[in-house]
């Protein structure tokens, strides 16, 4: 029954206004409301709520994420954006391709909730 619903995403930040630029004006989100509650932005329809509190610490591991098809494309236009891509000990490039050909990047939000795109093969 969940599954036919929209999910929503869920983030914290430090700073709501630092948080509505990189959102808005780096990846390209439409801003939707901000109230005591929620910074709340879209993507196609999919709701993220970003929620403001004084001791916000990330995550070590992707809390948001999407599938892509053209990631070496939509890797340089967040490059042209100022999105600076993690390179991690396990890997040597930005762009991580898996043993079975999906290909992943990670960078990190203003407040470093790590996010990532990816492509999958077959998908």
Same mark, same amino acid.
């Given at each position: 029954?969940?599954?036919?619903n929209?999910l929503?995403?869920?983030?914290?930040?430090?700073?709501? $206004?630092? %948080?509505?630029?990189? @959102?808005?004006?780096?990846?390209?989100?439409?801003?939707?409301?901000?109230?005591?509650? +929620?910074?709340?932005?879209?993507?196609?329809?999919?709701?993220?709520?970003?929620?403001?509190?004084? $001791?916000a %610490?990330?995550?070590? @591991?992707?809390v948001?994420?999407?599938?892509?098809?053209?990631?070496?494309e939509?890797? +340089?236009?967040?490059?042209?954006?100022?999105?600076?891509?993690?390179k991690?000990?396990?890997?040597?490039?930005?762009?991580?391709?898996?043993?079975?050909g999906?290909?992943?990047?990670?960078?990190?939000?203003?407040?470093g909730?790590?996010?990532?795109?990816?492509?999958?093969?077959g998908?």
């Amino acid at each position: 029954m969940l599954a036919a619903n929209k999910l929503i995403g869920f983030l914290t930040t430090r700073d709501y $206004e630092r %948080s509505r630029k990189f @959102y808005e004006e780096v990846l390209g989100f439409k801003f939707v409301s901000k109230d005591q509650f +929620a910074l709340v932005m879209e993507t196609e329809g999919n709701m993220i709520r970003i929620v403001e509190i004084k $001791e916000a %610490s990330p995550a070590p @591991y992707t809390v948001l994420g999407w599938e892509v098809q053209k990631i070496e494309e939509i890797a +340089a236009w967040l490059k042209e954006r100022g999105v600076v891509f993690e390179k991690y000990p396990w890997m040597q490039q930005e762009l991580w391709t898996a043993p079975g050909g999906d290909k992943v990047a990670w960078f990190k939000d203003p407040d470093g909730n790590v996010l990532s795109i990816s492509q999958h093969v077959g998908r």
